[in-house]
């Protein structure tokens, strides 16, 4: 028994911990593999959420010294970040990280003209300052009720990292800078990463402290039982060898350690010790009776060798079955702990008659009844006392069981399903106190997507319908001389196709407007005719360029926030008619979805370049 011990105990250094609750799920589940298409197609990232509240001061966080501290925990948080071996950087993700220090200010200029700012470019220098940043944040719907609360009161920072196993590491950073900032501010650390990885990390801690827990909580009630520390500790040998057998195995076989797993040694030690008990019992019982040790033993297991075997065998047979769900760590979860429970009755049945072949006649002498008596004790005595009830009312005993079990079915009605990582915690828990004060001043804490496709058949190119377009376009414009050159260029114009129709087209035409520049008549007139192909594939191809898509959007949006359970959306419709009011003059009549495409066109590579241009804060 030792030297397969020994042989397991040597793969325990290889283990693999996994705290990650998206691995339940099969890395071919299709919830799984979509979810990561679109994070990787819409460059979404884990967010680790800090909240900054200030209920103190009049303007809130919207003080010097307040936002002097958020500034400076904001460029903190752009340095968590370091390089692995391949030379990527992980950590912190800088260019999205969402913060007054790096999200774009649109500045009117009048005439149609913008100007690009940041929120916040640096400390504010007095209290108009602060003052300010308010006014900017609050007038942008994209970030009301998001980055800045209603009240004003509390302001957060967006913290994506490149992997949720990060977030509790990073989280321990930024709450030690936390503590060198000023006491004007309270902190709060939440997020759905934060709380899935702390949660995993201090399951592992508490099955580290419950294991050796539940094993000194068995070995008192075993001395209580037999009295007698060399034969207890048989029991209690087998449950350790059978879970370090299990867990090697475990480890050696490849499988990482998640924390379904981390449960298995709790489950393995009170079963492991059962048989034990069971033998234990049997031989404590005859034992002073019989009056020798291997004639005992050879009568305890003789008569409960076969009900052993069959309770260890459907036991097993019953965590095995989990191998049929298609949740890959539960499935290693019951396979495990079905083959630490055949290991502990195969170590029962050989181990502990052996460990009591090794104890002399001389150290048994005091152990077990003088007399075999079922009675014997408090709870022999208590349980012989049931028997007036369960033989001579057998039918109360009956409607007793009819009653409990009508109270559990109306009980399992009322089962409340928690797929919340935070109410997993303790309401004392500082991300369970984080998660509850956030949700107060903010629309919400945890991000869902939804993902629109447009129709996935294509009109197929063709030059007779893009003529028919632009002739439609500008019949009314040019001279029908110069529409004809038009159709003649596009007949005779060559396209590849393997690469975009319209983006040839398009490019052609300008070609011929630059070689054309010297005449501002014609320069205007073939740059006329690109713009309007660029155009009509937008208005053929990019449907969600669309204003009655985006006006369906605002609706949908609409919708969700007056059905409940949504506190805040975005989308690239409220980027749209955020960015046309403010090429509008900031006008309030003009915070709307343009009317054509050429203007969501506008809007949107208007808020593009400010990104570009403002990439590195």
């Not at 308010?134 to 942008?140: F, T």
């Not at 260890?312 to 019953?318: F, H, K, Q, V, W």
């Not at 005993?397 to 079915?409: C, E």
């Not at 713009?531 to 898509?549: G, N, S, W, Y």
Request: aromatic share 10%; with cysteine.
């Amino acid at each position: 028994m030792l030297g397969f011990m020994a042989v397991c105990l040597a793969f325990i250094p290889l283990i693999k911990i996994d705290t990650d609750p998206e691995n339940m799920l099969s890395k071919e589940a299709e919830v799984r593999v979509k979810h990561n298409e679109l994070k990787e197609k819409f460059n979404m990232h884990d967010m680790i959420v800090v909240g900054v509240v200030n209920n103190d001061h009049a303007e809130g966080v919207f003080n010097k010294a307040s936002l002097t501290d958020i500034f400076e925990l904001s460029k903190y948080a752009h340095t968590l970040q370091t390089e692995n071996e391949e030379g990527e950087f992980e950590g912190v993700i800088q260019r999205d990280l969402l913060s007054p220090t790096n999200s774009d200010y649109i500045e009117t200029l009048g005439d149609g003209s913008v100007k690009f700012d940041w929120v916040m470019s640096a400390a504010p220098a007095s209290e108009a300052e602060a003052l300010e940043v308010k006014k900017r944040l609050m007038e942008n719907e994209l970030f009301y009720n998001t980055m800045v609360s209603e009240d004003g009161k509390a302001l957060a920072l967006y913290v994506p990292i490149t992997s949720k196993d990060q977030s509790y590491g990073i989280a321990n950073q930024l709450q030690e800078k936390i503590e060198t900032l000023s006491e004007a501010n309270d902190y709060h650390i939440t997020g759905l990463p934060i709380a899935e990885d702390t949660f995993g990390i201090e399951m592992f801690i508490q099955m580290a402290i419950s294991a050796p827990a539940a094993m000194l909580l068995i070995f008192v009630l075993m001395m209580l039982f037999f009295k007698k520390l060399r034969l207890v500790l048989s029991p209690l040998i087998v449950a350790m060898v059978s879970v370090i057998c299990t867990m090697g195995l475990l480890i050696g076989t490849g499988n990482t350690v998640h924390i379904m797993s981390s449960m298995i040694p709790i489950f393995i030690m009170p079963i492991a010790v059962l048989d034990g008990i069971h033998i234990l019992s049997e031989f404590y019982d005859r034992y002073q009776t019989i009056g020798d040790r291997k004639k005992t033993i050879q009568a305890v297991i003789s008569e409960l060798y076969k009900p052993m075997l069959f309770t260890s065998l459907t036991s097993a047979a019953g965590f095995a079955s989990l191998a049929l769900t298609p949740i890959p760590p539960v499935q290693v979860f019951g396979i495990f702990v079905g083959l630490g429970i055949l290991f502990a009755w195969f170590f029962t049945m050989t181990f502990i008659p052996a460990y009591i072949m090794m104890t002399s006649e001389e150290a048994l002498a005091d152990f077990g009844h003088a007399k075999a008596k079922a009675h014997d004790g408090l709870l022999g005595r208590t349980l012989s006392s049931f028997q007036k009830l369960t033989f001579g009312k057998p039918l109360l005993v009956i409607g007793l069981l009819v009653f409990v079990t009508a109270l559990a079915g109306y009980g399992i009605t009322k089962i409340q399903i928690n797929d919340n990582p935070v109410k997993w915690f303790t309401k004392a828990h500082p991300i369970r106190v984080a998660d509850k004060e956030l949700n107060e001043h903010f629309g919400g804490t945890y991000m869902a997507y939804l993902n629109f496709d447009a129709n996935s058949t294509k009109t197929p190119f063709s030059k007779e319908e893009l003529w028919t377009a632009l002739q439609a376009k500008f019949q009314a414009v040019y001279e029908p001389s110069q529409l004809e050159t038009i159709q003649q260029e596009l007949t005779n114009a060559k396209v590849d196709a393997d690469k975009n129709p319209y983006t040839q087209l398009s490019d052609l035409f300008l070609d011929i407007a630059y070689e054309k520049e010297t005449d501002d008549a014609h320069f205007e007139f073939y740059e006329a005719i690109s713009d309007a192909i660029a155009l009509r594939e937008v208005e053929t191809t990019q449907i969600f360029k669309q204003p009655a898509v985006l006006n369906y959007l605002l609706d949908l949006e609409k919708h969700l926030l007056e059905e409940g359970g949504v506190g805040k959306s975005t989308s690239v419709a409220k980027i749209v008619r955020t960015v046309n009011r403010k090429l509008q003059d900031d006008k309030a009549s003009q915070h709307k979805i343009p009317e054509d495409v050429s203007g969501v066109g506008q809007c949107v590579v208007t808020y593009h370049r400010s990104a570009l241009a403002f990439c590195e804060p």
